[in-house]
């Protein structure tokens, strides 16, 4: 595959950050939302201070959100020290970041596979993927970017370890591992990543005989990583005890039904990002013939990737690296009460954008106008891209407009009820808060949040009453 002139990936890449940034410029104005962007910086004293000695000691045990992830931590105390509270200065950290994510995602891919143009195209497709906004946006999801941006990390150094293996270049690759691992829990499946790499596109792992010693060889070549990959994990369900839903309240029937309609789900708003929400209710039920389609529908996906392995390996590797890079966060370990979430797509979506990107131009072939009308398609593909992402990005304005669009993409939804009371109180309306805790105690009658809200809401109504004038 020709790599272009030599000047292309340097304009390829400015292009793609120009992308990047006008596609998310409208985060700059935004600010802090009642969500977590408390626990994380708003209304935490120690992170308030920036880089203190006491900073610097308690990031590594401290428990915030359920989570051990002292460099996202770390990366908020300095974020506090250079720009104090001031959310445009917390939301360009963010976003420079996920710019950083898109320019390495990009040379990554290029440096694999030589083929210059399909890895622009998928890169742009991350940078500016509206399912990506919630991980850019939201403050307290800084360790979504931050984690990627050592994941990405280390597979160009795993890269470099391929080409020519050397003990130095594998604890480059572990090194970074152990950063991202330290910024999110979720980069535990990389070791799985690296080996599909192996496959396609490093080439490590052909079709041929004696393909299953080699696979054995690479699999064994991973279990450093695998053992830190265990290591996290146990530290995450240590720090997150507290947060994971026993099976008596979500049983097992439950959480694999929503598990396999969650990867359906997540395919769809991958091909049509509409109805983004900030959160998605967990139902109480799912009905069986949903579960039973979303499982055939998986089923019969991978049946398609296995078959075409050996002449498309792109489209196995881009669908397990989906299917496998959400396991930790499908929710067969339950933790929290929603269903899925936008921002657990941030690293699986590569893989669909992998499988995309390379397989659509093998299809046109060498056809000169099936490639011209391949092209036109992508251009217009990323630019509504990028148009819905400035969109969905403003709806993360402030509290009461993110949580007012999530009620109105979502049904059940009382964490929105919740969090929009919230709002409303900060903004003194003690009447529409009440209304909103009352909505929100319709759906979960024993939401211990939503009555002690209330019962404040009311309080502050009836003390408005008797201040006003007769």
């Known amino acids: 595959m020709s790599a272009g002139p030599p000047r292309t990936p340097l304009l390829l890449a400015a292009g793609l950050a120009l992308l990047t940034l006008f596609a998310y410029l409208p985060v700059l104005s935004n600010g802090f939302i009642l969500l977590d962007d408390g626990l994380y910086v708003t209304h935490n004293a120690w992170i308030l201070k920036g880089i203190t000695a006491e900073g610097l000691s308690r990031v590594w045990s401290a428990n915030v959100a ?164 265990a290591a996290a994990s146990l530290v995450t369900l240590h720090y997150q005890t507290t947060s994971v839903v026993g099976l008596e309240i979500v049983p097992w029937r439950l959480r694999l039904a929503n598990a396999a309609v969650s990867y359906a789900v997540y395919l769809g708003k991958t091909l049509l990002p509409w109805h983004l929400a900030v959160f998605y209710p967990l139902p109480l039920e799912i009905p069986s013939w949903k579960a039973a389609a979303a499982v055939g529908l998986i089923a019969i996906l991978t049946a398609l990737a296995v078959w075409r392995a050996c002449k498309a390996p792109w489209l196995l590797v881009g669908w397990l690296w989906f299917l496998g890079t959400l396991v930790p966060v499908i929710g067969i370990v339950q933790v929290g009460r929603q269903a899925m979430a936008d921002r657990y797509m941030y690293l699986p979506s590569i893989g669909l954008f992998l499988a995309v990107c390379w397989e659509l131009p093998a299809l046109a072939g060498a056809r000169a106008r099936w490639r011209a009308v391949l092209a036109a398609i992508s251009l217009a593909a990323i630019l509504a891209l990028t148009a819905a992402t400035r969109a969905q990005a403003r709806h993360w304005s402030d509290s009461a407009t993110l949580f007012r669009h999530a009620l109105a993409v979502t049904r059940g939804n009382y964490v929105a009820h919740v969090g929009l009371a919230k709002a409303l109180m900060q903004e003194k309306d003690w009447t529409g808060a009440v209304e909103q805790y009352q909505a929100a105690l319709a759906l979960r009658p024993g939401l211990s949040e939503a009555r002690g809200g209330l019962n404040e809401a009311l309080r502050e109504a009836g003390r408005m009453k008797i201040r006003s004038p007769r």
């Not at 002292?70 to 420079?96: F, K």
């Not at 850019?136 to 970017?145: P, S, T």
């Open 66 to 229: 359920n989570n051990w992830h002292p460099l996202t931590m770390l990366s908020h105390m300095l974020d506090c020290q250079v720009w104090g509270v001031e959310p445009a200065g917390h939301h360009l950290t963010s976003l420079l970041l996920h710019l950083a994510n898109g320019l390495l995602l990009f040379e990554g891919l290029r440096r694999m596979t030589g083929a210059i143009w399909r890895s622009a195209a998928a890169a742009a497709l991350f940078a500016v993927h509206p399912l990506h906004v919630e991980s850019v946006a939201w403050i307290a999801e800084r360790k979504d970017v931050l984690s990627a941006f050592f994941w990405l990390l280390a597979i160009l150094c795993y890269r470099r370890y391929a080409l020519q293996p050397s003990p130095g270049r594998y604890l480059l690759v572990a090194l970074a591992m152990v950063l991202g691992l330290m910024a999110k829990p979720m980069v535990v499946t990389l070791p799985f990543v690296l080996l599909l790499l192996d496959l396609w596109p490093l080439g490590r792992l052909r079709c041929e005989p004696g393909w299953g010693r080699r696979l054995v060889r690479l699999a064994i070549e991973k279990l450093p990583l695998l053992a830190l990959s």
